[in-house]
C-alpha cells in the first residue's frame, strides 16, 4: 500500500510526539473535540445547546414552506408527511414560532387540517389566526374546536366571514355575551331556529339582544311580536315598522271558508281561532249586542270617569274583539304602546286614547300639553294604519290566549319555557310573556 504521508516528511516523524509550540496549549481528547461545521450529521452526537433554536427555526420554516406549495408542485401526500413532522416540532417550540406558523397557514386551502386543529386550540395570539380566516377548517372542525376552547377563542371564531347554522348553534350554546353579540352582529352567520328562540328567551333581561335580533333576517313575526313585551320604545318602534303588515292575501284565500265554518256551527277550535285571526273585523259585534253598554265608546267615557276596574277591563276586551287575557297584558304594558294598538286597532278615535289613559290613572297631562308618556303612544297611534293594527292586535291575542290549556299554565307557572315543536309558537309566546318578571 503507498504511503499516504508525503515523501519529504521523514518516516521517523511517525514515532516521534509532536511538541506543541506553547506548553499551554493540550491536545483536546477526542469526545471534546468541536464538531465539524459541514459534512454528514453523526446521529450519536449532540448537538451543542445553543444551536438548538436556530435550527430548529430554520427547519419549522423549511416545512411551512413545503407545505405552503401550491398543489400542482406538490403532491398531498408529501405535503401531509410534511405537515406530520411539523407537528411534532411544534409540540413544544415557543409561543412566537407557533404563531409564526399560523400566519403562514391562515390563508392556506390545502393546509394539513392537523396542524390547524392544534393552533386553532393553542393560545390566543397564536389561534386567533386560524380561527378567524382559516379556509380549510370545515364545519366538523370548528364545532369540535368551539367545545374545547375559551370564550376568547369562541368570539373569534364568531367573527368569521361564513358560519353555518349548525356552527352558530355550538357558539351559542354557551350564551356568553361577547360571543353573542358578535354572531349577531355578523351578517354571514346563519341561525337556526332553535337558536334564535334560545336568545330571544334570554332577551328578556338583554335589551342589546333584542335590538339585535329583530334586525336579523331570520326572525320570524313571532319572534318580533313577543319580543315586543320587553323591547325598549325605540326597538318597540322597529318591530311594529317591520311586522305590522296587511292580511289581505290571508283575507282573500279564505274569505268563502266563513260560511262554512259558521254552518257547521264553529265546531271545530282549531280553525275558529284561525280564521278569528284572519277577520277582516275586529269590533265583537256578537259582545256588543251582549253588553250593558252601548258601545265600546261609551265603556272607555265611563272606564274614564270612573277608573278602570277588572271588570270594566274585561268588558272592553270583549267588545275589542280581545280575550280578558290579551286586554290585561296590554292594559298593564308600562310605556302604552301597546293600549295604542288597542285603540287604533278597533276604529277607536284618538281622543280615546287618551280617555283610556286616563282610565288607567296614567298622567295624560294638560289638553293643550299632553304628557311625555302620551305624546309618545299617541305618535305610535298615528303612525299604523288601522289594518296594521288588527294585525298585531288579533297576533297577540291569537299568540298569547290560544294555546293556554292546562299543560302550558303548568309551564308558566314553573317560569319553564316549553318546546315549539311540541306546544307550537302560541304556546312558547304565552310562557315567555306571561312568565317574564320586570326587575
Not at 278615535?349 to 299632553?370: C, I, N, Q, S, V
Amino acid at each position: 500500500m503507498p504511503n499516504p504521508l508525503p515523501a519529504s516528511l521523514p518516516q521517523a516523524s511517525m514515532a516521534a510526539p509532536i511538541t506543541p509550540a506553547h506548553p499551554v496549549l493540550q491536545p483536546l481528547p477526542i469526545e471534546q473535540k468541536p464538531a465539524p461545521s459541514g459534512g454528514a450529521l453523526n446521529l450519536t452526537d449532540e448537538a451543542e445547546p445553543s444551536a438548538l433554536p436556530d435550527v430548529r427555526r430554520a427547519l419549522v420554516k423549511r416545512l411551512a414552506d413545503v407545505i405552503c406549495i401550491p398543489a400542482s408542485q406538490l403532491t398531498p401526500q408529501e405535503r401531509y408527511m410534511a405537515g406530520d413532522v411539523l407537528v411534532e416540532l411544534l409540540r413544544d417550540a415557543d409561543v412566537t414560532m407557533r404563531e409564526s406558523v399560523a400566519k403562514r397557514l391562515v390563508m392556506l386551502n390545502e393546509a394539513p387540517r392537523t396542524i390547524l386543529l392544534i393552533l386553532a386550540k393553542d393560545e390566543y395570539c397564536v389561534a386567533r389566526h386560524i380561527l378567524e380566516k382559516s379556509k380549510s377548517l370545515t364545519d366538523s372542525d370548528l364545532i369540535h374546536i368551539a367545545r374545547q376552547v375559551s370564550m376568547k377563542h369562541r368570539k373569534m371564531m364568531a367573527l368569521r366571514r361564513h358560519l353555518s347554522d349548525a356552527v352558530v348553534d355550538v357558539l351559542a350554546e354557551y350564551l356568553e355575551e361577547d360571543v353573542i353579540n358578535t354572531l349577531l352582529k355578523n351578517k354571514g352567520a346563519n341561525f337556526s331556529e332553535k337558536t334564535i328562540q334560545r336568545i330571544m328567551t334570554v332577551s328578556r333581561n338583554r335589551p342589546d339582544y333584542v335590538n339585535l335580533l329583530i334586525k336579523r333576517d331570520e326572525t320570524r313575526p313571532f319572534h318580533g311580536l313577543t319580543m315586543f313585551w320587553w323591547a325598549d320604545q325605540a326597538a318597540r318602534k322597529v318591530i311594529l315598522h317591520r311586522f305590522a303588515v296587511t292580511r289581505t292575501v290571508l283575507q282573500e284565500s279564505c274569505f268563502d271558508l266563513y260560511p262554512v265554518a259558521a254552518a257547521q256551527g264553529w265546531n271545530d277550535a282549531a280553525v275558529r281561532k284561525a280564521l278569528q285571526f284572519i277577520e277582516r273585523r275586529q269590533r265583537n259585534r256578537a259582545a256588543i249586542a251582549r253588553s250593558d253598554f252601548e258601545s265600546l265608546e261609551s265603556a272607555v267615557e265611563l272606564a274614564a270617569e270612573n277608573g278602570m276596574t277588572r271588570e270594566m277591563a274585561e268588558e272592553i276586551s270583549h267588545m275589542s274583539g280581545i280575550k280578558p287575557a290579551t286586554g290585561a297584558q296590554i292594559m298593564s304594558d308600562e310605556t302604552g304602546e301597546a293600549l295604542a294598538i288597542l285603540c287604533k286597532a278597533p276604529g277607536l278615535k284618538r281622543r280615546y286614547l287618551t280617555l283610556m289613559w286616563r282610565a288607567l290613572r296614567r298622567d295624560t297631562g294638560t289638553e293643550e300639553t299632553p304628557s311625555a308618556e302620551l305624546a309618545a303612544i299617541i305618535a305610535t297611534y298615528d303612525s299604523i294604519s288601522t289594518d296594521k293594527a288588527q294585525t298585531v292586535l288579533r297576533y297577540w291575542n291569537w299568540s298569547l290566549t290560544s294555546a293556554l290549556n292546562a299543560e302550558v299554565l303548568q309551564y308558566i307557572k314553573r317560569g319553564v319555557v316549553p318546546n315549539e315543536s311540541e306546544h307550537g309558537a302560541a304556546a312558547v309566546t304565552a310562557a315567555l310573556v306571561f312568565g317574564h318578571k320586570r326587575g
